[in-house]
């Protein structure tokens, strides 16, 4: 599987499975490592990935993908979820369209899971940095990021939603069927997990990194 085939798909299919990475997400599509998708991705599914990614439809939901993360991140969860609470009044079948479309990505769950691991390794990083450091656990850390686990769902969810209602608000319910039966194939099932474990893993370390820069911030000595 050469280097030149890979790359196209992961700036293809990138931002159409970022759910809410937006700008940091697409920006780590050029540091994205090519090997992790060899690894994972047979030459079938390349093929298949391919097939798919030269189709209209395909191609279209990517531009509109792309143009969505360029949003202002306030201005796209206003316009997305304005849009989710008509379809919950009158689209039933669009917003079960997009709730099809959140299970056949995962975007929801994998979203939730990454931003949970974030906040571990953010508060990792924290405790390692402060002037005595805190011994605690991974375990330990974890239960305490979880405590908040049900208001970071919420901010997943409507965040994910918000995405999904703005990239598809132009095209009809049995487009959006298409790309989520697309997505349920399991050459895009691969490259989905592939996609999500490493954006997870390069936020990861920088969130490490994050939390001990805030400590050293608060800790610095005021002139």
């Known amino acids: 599987v050469s280097r030149h085939q890979r790359e196209p798909l992961i700036q293809h299919f990138g931002p ?72 919950t009044e009158d689209a039933p079948a669009r917003l079960a369209a997009l709730r099809a479309m959140d299970r056949a990505t995962g975007a929801s769950e994998r979203m939730m899971v990454f931003a949970m691991n974030i906040g571990v390794a953010m508060m990792r990083g924290m405790m390692a940095a402060a002037d005595n450091p805190i011994d605690m656990s991974e375990a330990e850390i974890r239960e305490l990021v979880e405590t908040q686990s049900w208001l970071v769902r919420v901010e997943v969810n409507r965040a994910v939603y ?31 997990r592939v996609f999500f474990d490493v954006i997870e893993r390069e936020f990861t370390i920088r969130m490490r990194a994050v939390g001990q820069d805030l400590v050293d911030a608060v800790s610095r000595p005021r002139l």
């Open 162 to 192: 918000a995405s999904f209602a703005l990239i598809y608000r132009d095209f009809s319910v049995d487009e959006i069927e298409q790309m989520t039966a697309w997505n349920n194939e399991p050459a895009m099932q691969r490259f989905n």
């Open 16 to 87: 159409v499975h970022s759910g809410d990475c937006n700008r940091s997400a697409r920006d780590l599509l050029g540091q994205l490592r090519i090997g992790d998708l060899a690894q994972r991705v047979t030459e079938e599914d390349l093929a298949r990935l391919h097939e798919i990614a030269d189709t209209q439809l395909s191609q279209e939901i990517t531009r509109a993908s792309v143009a969505v993360t360029r949003m202002d991140r306030a201005e796209m969860l206003d316009e997305g979820l304005a849009l989710m609470a008509r379809y």
